[in-house]
């Protein structure tokens, strides 16, 4: 996965610089703490305004972090206890009940783990680095094992939600009602979605936000039975980051949060609008599948690729060079 996101992240860099200013907007931040390399997360915390919580991707530990939005810096690092050795924690999300849920689902092996794991703990009252008790559920899908990124908790039935990643489209899972933490808690597909590095749901539930390399779409929750997604939307004004790997809502629902890892990653807040244009390609919708929207995903990242590879052959050239001296 490092090995792609690295080539991306050239693309995406100069893809940035060619954009101009249009894409930076005010109320974003910069992660300075240099334990977190590998925001891999986003959730805004609901106990504490301006504070947004993430975590690292891999090799870690048992570690979430609080972030303050004003200034950047960590207000508080939790241990969380009782719990296994992390594996490769990918995403972050606050239910209803105000407990932080924790993704310990990636697989960068493309289903060689046979099951994998949410960490779940209730949001701190109080902003310190503390140990707290998290209750570990096991997690098998229905379709057999795969890797995934990005786990949603419904801000309103607390139903848990896990959309797989693949560069042909992914599928969306559902959680069973209530988590099991005594016995496996299976995840059955109910729709199908983009290539997805994260997601959110809406404050008020009524929208998932899914993230992938190259897109940010806004889908319509439907919920009930059969495919839960309804008609979608591709945010304006989302920018290009190195490694687009987390999104969030904002706690009123105006705008979304984007980031990225790597050592003092950026947090770009997207302002929302009502109106929100419908993709032309889809008609605005997703047709049941996320199969138009998968497709553009792909376009656009092999356009990027595309542009990385000729970066990489020039760099190659440079660093060929004999150096003076």
């Not at 960490?119 to 680095?129: C, N, T, V």
């Not at 839960?228 to 706690?251: C, F, K, M, R």
């Amino acid at each position: 996965m490092r090995s792609l996101l690295r080539v991306c992240g050239t693309a995406g860099l100069v893809l940035w610089c060619a954009a101009g200013p249009a894409l930076a907007d005010d109320g974003g931040f910069t992660i300075k703490d240099p334990r977190i390399k590998e925001s891999s997360g986003l959730a805004a915390s609901r106990a504490h305004p301006g504070v947004y919580w993430t975590h690292n991707d891999s090799g870690d530990g048992p570690y979430v972090y609080a972030v303050d939005a004003k200034t950047g810096r960590t207000v508080a690092r939790i241990t969380m206890e009782g719990v296994g050795r992390p594996r490769d924690v990918e995403a972050i999300s606050i239910g209803p009940d105000g407990d932080l849920y924790v993704g310990d689902i990636g697989d960068n092996l493309d289903g060689s783990w046979n099951h994998v794991w949410i960490y779940r703990f209730p949001e701190p009252a109080q902003l310190r680095d503390q140990t707290v008790k998290a209750t570990q559920y096991d997690v098998r899908y229905a379709d057999g094992p795969r890797n995934a990124e990005a786990l949603m908790v419904h801000p309103k039935t607390g139903r848990v939600y896990i959309a797989s990643k693949r560069e042909s489209g992914g599928g969306l899972y559902e959680g069973p009602a209530t988590l099991s933490a005594s016995g496996t808690n299976v995840f059955r597909r109910v729709g199908e979605v983009p290539w997805v590095t994260d997601g959110a749901f809406s404050p008020d539930g009524t929208k998932l936000a899914l993230r992938g390399y190259f897109s940010l779409a806004e889908y319509a929750w439907k919920g009930g039975t059969g495919d839960p997604l309804g008609d979608w939307h591709a945010v304006p004004g989302t920018p290009v980051q190195g490694q687009s790997e987390s999104v969030t809502y904002t706690p009123d629902g105006s705008a979304l949060m984007v980031g990225s890892e790597g050592a003092e990653s950026g947090v770009v807040r997207v302002p929302l609008k009502e109106d929100g244009a419908k993709s032309p390609a889809a008609g605005g919708s997703s047709t049941g599948s996320g199969e138009t929207a998968g497709k553009g995903n792909v376009l656009v990242g092999a356009m990027v690729l595309a542009l990385a590879t000729a970066l990489a052959l020039g760099a190659k050239r440079v660093l060929r060079r004999p150096r003076n001296g």
